[in-house]
């Protein structure tokens, strides 16, 4: 998988209406990212569906006529052999 960053909205909580964070993260499955802490996080503040940390699932959507990378589940952890 590539290393490389993504832009990808994360859904905010008790917000009235739908409300994205854009945040980055980085991939670490086909659909799969990996949600990067920014340094303006403040959980106080706004609650983040998934926090930073989290490996969630994303999907592309269409929203305000352009195409977003949306965080909607988190990631299956599959277990692995001892």
């Given amino acids: 998988m590539s290393t490389d960053s993504v832009r990808i909205y994360v859904p905010l ?5 739908d409300v994205f964070r854009p945040a980055t993260g980085v991939f670490v499955g086909p659909d799969t990212v990996r949600i990067e802490k920014p340094d303006d996080y403040d959980p106080d503040d706004e609650t983040w569906e998934f926090p930073p940390g989290s490996e969630v699932v994303c999907v592309a959507e269409f929203r305000g006529g352009a195409q977003m990378l949306v965080a909607r589940s988190r990631a299956r952890v599959l277990s692995h052999p001892v």
């Fill in 13 to 17: 909580l008790d917000e009235g209406t």
